[in-house]
């Protein structure tokens, strides 16, 4: 069983573009958890999805980003317009349920 | 809204030595949960916490969640260099739909 898989592990992007993060959660998962994190810093939740559903999207500034979980294919997280603020490692994690977070190897976005 | 606190951010021990740790909430749990990050990795699940009071072991390893479901501390037996990293508690409050709040961390370094 494959663990939770993200694409792309580093990605550049030039202030003003825009980055898609992508999370293909573990086989039968169907909760998945976007966080943020900062050098020596804790993870920042930002949003939590369902199928097809946000469940919680408190952590999640409400401009320039979004996310989503579609029925098919994997989950999206999306920064339009990306300033330097932007620059972190993004990880996914997926759960089958309320329990335990399986984390995936995170990208490392970094906006010049 | 609900912080978790861990304090300090940085612990350095001598190999052998024993090391404790602790994770504090301001609001009720209904369980807490336990990861460790390694330098330049991700997340991975250690351990949850639900009932008052429990006591879990992994090999060294020690979990305690408090009595009031507020405090969760983790105790580490003669230290290795094998335990480096940075371990993270995260509280789920009564009623919160899944959303995990993370501590800033302990990162622990040991010197062989």
């Known amino acids: 069983n494959a663990g939770v898989m993200q694409n792309p592990r580093h990605l550049v992007r030039r202030r003003g573009q825009e980055a898609r993060l992508r999370c293909s959660p573990m086989?039968?998962?169907?909760?998945v958890y976007w966080y943020r994190q900062l050098p020596e810093e804790g993870l920042k939740f930002m949003v939590y999805l369902q199928k097809e559903n946000i469940i919680d999207e408190s952590g999640m500034p409400k401009e320039r980003f979004s996310a989503e979980f579609p029925k098919e294919g994997p989950s999206i997280l999306r920064i339009q317009q990306v300033v330097r603020g932007d620059s972190a490692a993004y990880f996914c994690?997926?759960?089958?349920?309320?329990?335990?977070?399986?984390f995936g190897p995170g990208t490392r976005l970094t906006v010049t | 809204g609900q912080q978790v606190m861990q304090i300090p951010q940085y612990q350095h021990v001598q190999e052998g030595e024993d090391f404790t740790t602790y994770c504090n909430s301001s609001?009720?749990?209904?369980?807490i949960q336990w990861y460790k990050q390694r330098p330049g990795g991700h997340p991975v699940f250690l351990i949850q916490?639900?009932?008052?009071?429990e006591v879990k072991k992994q090999k060294r390893l020690t979990f305690q969640f408090g009595e009031a479901k507020k405090n969760s501390s983790l105790h580490i037996t003669a230290t290795q260099t094998t335990d480096v990293g940075t371990y993270f508690c995260?509280?789920?409050?009564?009623?919160?739909?899944?959303?995990?709040?993370f501590g800033k961390g302990i990162t622990l370094s040991v010197r062989p």
């Open positions: 916490l639900v009932k008052s009071g």
């Open positions: 086989k039968g998962h169907s909760h």
């Open positions: 609001t009720t749990l209904s369980n």
């Open positions: 995260a509280g789920e409050p009564t009623g919160a739909n899944s959303k995990l709040t």
């Open positions: 994690a997926s759960s089958p349920a309320a329990y335990e977070q399986y």
